[in-house]
């Protein structure tokens, strides 16, 4: 079974950095056959893909509203996807979601089936 567990949220303030973590267990970042990624859902809006990276050649992706400013990573020995979050902006408020696909495409991750309950992050301006 896939478990997802994501920490690192917080309150920052604007212009601030945090990084956020998912440890995952039940599968391994190494095999080819998933791809992993951050989704996040503001209060009151529709959940929107942040960034994901694929097993195969390591390609990522990056939601326009955070390109620049937030980087992803994983490291395959701790089994642990990151988030680096710099320049942070209210507009980045949000509960961040640890997410398992099949794929990470210039899309997006896609066919996404299993998601952490996720941790809060509050930017003040």
């Known amino acids: 079974e896939v478990q997802l567990a994501e920490s690192g949220g917080g309150l920052v303030q604007a212009g601030g950095s945090l990084r956020l973590s998912c440890e995952a267990s039940g599968f391994t970042f190494d095999d080819d056959d998933y791809a992993i990624g951050w989704f996040r859902q503001a209060p009151g809006k529709e959940r929107e893909g942040v960034a994901c990276i694929g097993d195969d050649n390591g390609r990522t992706y990056y939601a326009d509203f955070v390109k620049g400013r937030f980087t992803i990573s994983t490291d395959n020995v701790k089994n642990t996807l990151y988030l680096q979050m710099n320049s942070l902006e209210p507009e980045d408020t949000a509960v961040y979601h640890c997410?398992?696909?099949?794929?990470?495409?210039?899309?997006?991750?896609?066919?996404?089936?299993?998601w952490g309950q996720g941790t809060r992050v509050a930017v003040s301006s």
């Open positions: 997410v398992v696909g099949r794929f990470c495409s210039r899309y997006g991750l896609g066919r996404r089936e299993y």
